[in-house]
């Protein structure tokens, strides 16, 4: 779909973001960036998920100059607090629980560096989601399918999770992980790719 005119690392070891840039047919380097990913204090989540993809595609970006690095991370929220990935299936339950039929945010900070030719774009992208009403039984039953234990907020939107969500506002790429709309836009401003011809 289209061509890689210049090289592309993704700092992130995140399957679904690989799959997004590999579906858009781009040639991609994956190096996953080793940063502390502890939120300061006060911080909220939109400035953690920003600082956390800055961090991670400068760290890729410092070694590899000519590169342009994406960095991402996405964070879910409720009540402005951040809904990390659960320690194990009580915690699942509980971040769950809180969740139901309820909205909560989902907030991917999104950046693009290159160090050579000094670009150095960041931004972040929101999508609310609106959760059904399910009982303990059946929350424990889409626990026991281990998909809830590698996600933030302890679903994942794009497979067995989906049956949680009742509606979503805004882009449902970015709750996956990557807003790839905006990354494909990024990349085509900076000639980093081009549409096939």
Not at 33 to 45: G, H, K, L, Q, V
Not at 57 to 68: C, G, L
Not at 104 to 116: E, M, P, Y
Request: net charge positive.
């Amino acid at each position: 779909m289209f061509i890689t005119n210049k090289p592309i690392f993704l700092a992130s070891a995140s399957p679904r973001r690989r799959k997004f840039l590999a579906d858009l047919d781009l040639e991609f380097t994956c190096c996953p960036a080793d940063i502390d990913e502890t939120p300061y204090a006060a911080e909220t989540p939109a400035a953690f998920a920003l600082r956390m993809a800055q961090t991670k595609a400068e760290a890729v970006a410092d070694q590899y100059r000519q590169a342009y690095v994406i960095g991402a991370d996405t964070v879910v929220t409720f009540a402005d607090k951040i809904l990390g990935k659960p320690a194990d299936s009580a915690r699942a339950l509980e971040i769950l629980r809180s969740l139901q039929g309820k909205t909560h945010r989902v907030i991917t900070g999104l950046a693009l560096i290159c160090r050579d030719e000094d670009c150095n774009t960041t931004l972040t992208r929101t999508t609310k989601v609106t959760f059904q009403s399910f009982s303990d039984s059946i929350l424990r039953s889409y626990i026991n399918t281990g998909d809830p234990m590698d996600k933030a907020g302890a679903y994942g939107i794009q497979g067995k999770g989906a049956f949680l969500v009742r509606t979503i506002q805004g882009s449902c790429s970015n709750v996956i992980g990557l807003p790839v709309g905006l990354c494909t836009s990024l990349l085509l401003q900076y000639n980093v790719i081009s549409s096939c011809p």
